[in-house]
C-alpha cells in the first residue's frame, strides 16, 4: 500500500474516530491542528488504527509520533514486515 | 533506589468500597461522546461504572467502617496495633493527620506509631515500605496500612479524561513479622520536575480555594474543569509510565534474582484498562498474568487499586495459595514504586461495601 492509500485510510478513520466529517490530514498534520485529537481520543484512534490495519504499536511509537507521517512510518514499517 | 526487607509478611488484605454506584451509560450526556465513541471507551479504556462515596463520607468512615468489620470478625485485635499507616490524598482535613482522627474514633492504644503519608497511584508500595521499616523496631510486631482515598470529589463531572474512571475507596493491609527467612525486593523512584502533570491547582495553601479557583473553564479538547479539580494532563502520564515503568521492573527483578516467568501476578495499578494493557505489552507479559479488570468494575481509586486489585481477583485464593506477585504503583509526584514478594497464607483477604 503506498503512503497516500495509508494517509487516505487514516483519514477514514480520524473522521470516524472524532466524529469531524470536516477533517482532512496531511503527513505533516499534528495533535493541536484537531480540536478533537487529545489523549483520550488518541488511546480510540491508536485502537480504531491496530484493528484497522492488523497490527499492533509499541508503546515507543503512540507517546513519540509527532505527526501524522510518522503514524504512516510505523504502518508503513509493520506492514512492510 | 533499591530496597531490600527480610522477615517480613503481609498477613491480610480488606477492601472496602463505597455501596454507591455510578454507570458510566447513565452520565455520558456530561461529555459530549458520541454513540460509537462511548461503546469504544467502554471496550478499550474501561469506561464502565464506578464506586463513590456520598455527600458527607470522608475516607476515615470507610477506613473506621473497614478496621470495626476486622475487630467483630475477629480478624484483628486493636491491642497488637502497634503502627497506623494512612496512605491518602483526600485527608478529611489539612490537620490533624487523618491516621489520628481513626485511631480516635476507634479508641486506640496510646502507644501507637500513626503517621499519614501523601502519595496517590504510587502509594500502596509507600505504605508497606514504611511497614516493613517500621517493623524493625523491637516494639512494633503489626502495622496496619491504610490506604484510602475519595477523589471522585475532586473531579469535574464534564472533564471525559478523569471523570468516568475516578473511583473511590479504602483497603487495610495488615504487615507482621515473620521468621520465615523471605527476602522482599522493593524500589522506588521520584521525578518532581513532573509535579504538573497530575495535580490539584487550588485549594491548598499557595492558593486557597475561592469563587475563581471553582469557575469551570473550558479546554480546547471540550472538558470543563476549575483549578479545584483534579488536573490530569493525560499524555505525559502515559509517556512518563510506558518510559519508566518496564526498564523500573527489569531491574527489580534482576535485583531479586527472578525473572518474569517466575511471578504469578504483575499487580499493577488500574489507571485505566489501555494503560495496563500496553504495560503489559511493552513488558512481554501475558494479560492473564496483569489482570486489568479493576476500572470497568470499580474505578480508578488511586493507591487502592493495588490491594483492591489482588483481594476482587484472588480473594479467598489468597488464604490457601501463596504467590510469588510483582506489584507497581505509578502516579502524580512524578512517583513510581514496586516489589516483589511472596504473598499468601492471608488470615484474610475480601472486599466488602460501605453503605452511608
Same mark, same amino acid.
Request: aromatic content about 8%; overall charge negative.
Given at each position: 500500500?503506498?503512503?497516500?492509500?495509508?494517509?487516505?485510510?487514516?483519514?477514514?478513520?480520524?473522521?470516524?474516530?472524532? /466524529?469531524?466529517? &470536516?477533517?482532512?490530514? *496531511?503527513?505533516?498534520?499534528?495533535?493541536?491542528? =484537531?480540536?478533537? +485529537?487529545?489523549?483520550?481520543?488518541?488511546?480510540?484512534?491508536? /485502537?480504531?488504527? &491496530?484493528?484497522?490495519? *492488523?497490527?499492533?504499536?509499541?508503546?515507543?511509537? =503512540?507517546?513519540? +509520533?509527532?505527526?501524522?507521517?510518522?503514524?504512516?512510518?510505523?504502518?508503513?514499517?509493520?506492514?512492510?514486515? | 533506589?533499591?530496597?531490600?526487607?527480610?522477615?517480613?509478611?503481609?498477613?491480610?488484605?480488606?477492601?472496602?468500597?463505597?455501596?454507591?454506584?455510578?454507570?458510566?451509560?447513565?452520565?455520558?450526556?456530561?461529555?459530549?461522546?458520541?454513540?460509537?465513541?462511548?461503546?469504544?471507551?467502554?471496550?478499550?479504556?474501561?469506561?464502565?461504572?464506578?464506586?463513590?462515596?456520598?455527600?458527607?463520607?470522608?475516607?476515615?468512615?470507610?477506613?473506621?467502617?473497614?478496621?470495626?468489620?476486622?475487630?467483630?470478625?475477629?480478624?484483628?485485635?486493636?491491642?497488637?496495633?502497634?503502627?497506623?499507616?494512612?496512605?491518602?490524598?483526600?485527608?478529611?482535613?489539612?490537620?490533624?493527620?487523618?491516621?489520628?482522627?481513626?485511631?480516635?474514633?476507634?479508641?486506640?492504644?496510646?502507644?501507637?506509631?500513626?503517621?499519614?503519608?501523601?502519595?496517590?497511584?504510587?502509594?500502596?508500595?509507600?505504605?508497606?515500605?514504611?511497614?516493613?521499616?517500621?517493623?524493625?523496631?523491637?516494639?512494633?510486631?503489626?502495622?496496619?496500612?491504610?490506604?484510602?482515598?475519595?477523589?471522585?470529589?475532586?473531579?469535574?463531572?464534564?472533564?471525559?479524561?478523569?471523570?468516568?474512571?475516578?473511583?473511590?475507596?479504602?483497603?487495610?493491609?495488615?504487615?507482621?513479622?515473620?521468621?520465615?527467612?523471605?527476602?522482599?525486593?522493593?524500589?522506588?523512584?521520584?521525578?518532581?520536575?513532573?509535579?504538573?502533570?497530575?495535580?490539584?491547582?487550588?485549594?491548598?495553601?499557595?492558593?486557597?480555594?475561592?469563587?475563581?479557583?471553582?469557575?469551570?473553564?473550558?479546554?480546547?479538547?471540550?472538558?470543563?474543569?476549575?483549578?479545584?479539580?483534579?488536573?490530569?494532563?493525560?499524555?505525559?502520564?502515559?509517556?512518563?509510565?510506558?518510559?519508566?515503568?518496564?526498564?523500573?521492573?527489569?531491574?527489580?527483578?534482576?535485583?531479586?534474582?527472578?525473572?518474569?516467568?517466575?511471578?504469578?501476578?504483575?499487580?499493577?495499578?488500574?489507571?485505566?484498562?489501555?494503560?495496563?494493557?500496553?504495560?503489559?505489552?511493552?513488558?512481554?507479559?501475558?494479560?492473564?498474568?496483569?489482570?486489568?479488570?479493576?476500572?470497568?468494575?470499580?474505578?480508578?481509586?488511586?493507591?487502592?487499586?493495588?490491594?483492591?486489585?489482588?483481594?476482587?481477583?484472588?480473594?479467598?485464593?489468597?488464604?490457601?495459595?501463596?504467590?510469588?506477585?510483582?506489584?507497581?504503583?505509578?502516579?502524580?509526584?512524578?512517583?513510581?514504586?514496586?516489589?516483589?514478594?511472596?504473598?499468601?497464607?492471608?488470615?484474610?483477604?475480601?472486599?466488602?461495601?460501605?453503605?452511608?
Amino acid at each position: 500500500m503506498s503512503r497516500n492509500e495509508v494517509l487516505k485510510e487514516i483519514n477514514e478513520i480520524f473522521i470516524d474516530t472524532l /466524529d469531524n466529517q &470536516e477533517i482532512v490530514l *496531511d503527513e505533516s498534520t499534528q495533535a493541536a491542528d =484537531i480540536d478533537q +485529537w487529545d489523549s483520550l481520543m488518541h488511546v480510540l484512534l491508536v /485502537d480504531a488504527m &491496530e484493528k484497522h490495519f *492488523d497490527i499492533r504499536f509499541k508503546s515507543g511509537e =503512540i507517546q513519540n +509520533w509527532k505527526n501524522v507521517g510518522e503514524i504512516i512510518d510505523s504502518i508503513d514499517q509493520k506492514s512492510n514486515n | 533506589m533499591n530496597l531490600k526487607f527480610t522477615d517480613k509478611k503481609i498477613t491480610g488484605i480488606l477492601t472496602v468500597f463505597p455501596e454507591k454506584e455510578i454507570k458510566f451509560d447513565d452520565e455520558i450526556d456530561n461529555y459530549e461522546f458520541t454513540r460509537q465513541q462511548s461503546m469504544k471507551l467502554k471496550l478499550v479504556m474501561g469506561f464502565n461504572k464506578r464506586r463513590v462515596v456520598k455527600e458527607g463520607t470522608a475516607i476515615s468512615d470507610l477506613c473506621v467502617f473497614g478496621l470495626n468489620h476486622l475487630f467483630e470478625k475477629n480478624l484483628l485485635k486493636k491491642e497488637d496495633i502497634d503502627a497506623l499507616i494512612l496512605v491518602t490524598q483526600s485527608p478529611d482535613h489539612f490537620m490533624p493527620s487523618t491516621s489520628h482522627i481513626i485511631h480516635g474514633k476507634l479508641g486506640l492504644k496510646q502507644d501507637i506509631y500513626c503517621s499519614d503519608i501523601n502519595q496517590g497511584c504510587a502509594g500502596y508500595s509507600y505504605g508497606l515500605n514504611h511497614a516493613f521499616m517500621l517493623l524493625e523496631q523491637e516494639e512494633i510486631n503489626k502495622v496496619v496500612v491504610l490506604n484510602a482515598d475519595i477523589l471522585s470529589i475532586k473531579v469535574s463531572n464534564k472533564d471525559r479524561s478523569s471523570g468516568p474512571l475516578t473511583g473511590d475507596g479504602a483497603t487495610i493491609t495488615i504487615v507482621e513479622k515473620n521468621q520465615d527467612g523471605n527476602t522482599i525486593y522493593g524500589s522506588v523512584k521520584s521525578d518532581g520536575s513532573g509535579a504538573s502533570a497530575l495535580i490539584i491547582p487550588a485549594g491548598g495553601f499557595k492558593q486557597p480555594s475561592n469563587e475563581e479557583t471553582g469557575k469551570l473553564v473550558k479546554d480546547k479538547a471540550g472538558n470543563y474543569k476549575a483549578l479545584d479539580h483534579i488536573d490530569m494532563k493525560g499524555d505525559e502520564v502515559f509517556n512518563f509510565v510506558q518510559r519508566e515503568v518496564p526498564p523500573m521492573i527489569d531491574n527489580l527483578l534482576e535485583k531479586a534474582g527472578t525473572t518474569k516467568e517466575d511471578i504469578d501476578y504483575f499487580m499493577f495499578h488500574q489507571p485505566n484498562k489501555f494503560m495496563v494493557k500496553q504495560l503489559a505489552n511493552a513488558m512481554g507479559v501475558p494479560n492473564e498474568k496483569m489482570p486489568n479488570n479493576l476500572v470497568e468494575n470499580f474505578g480508578n481509586s488511586a493507591s487502592v487499586t493495588i490491594p483492591a486489585l489482588m483481594s476482587f481477583n484472588l480473594g479467598e485464593k489468597l488464604k490457601d495459595e501463596s504467590y510469588k506477585i510483582c506489584l507497581c504503583g505509578f502516579g502524580n509526584g512524578l512517583s513510581w514504586s514496586s516489589l516483589v514478594l511472596d504473598i499468601g497464607h492471608l488470615d484474610f483477604c475480601e472486599t466488602i461495601d460501605y453503605n452511608n
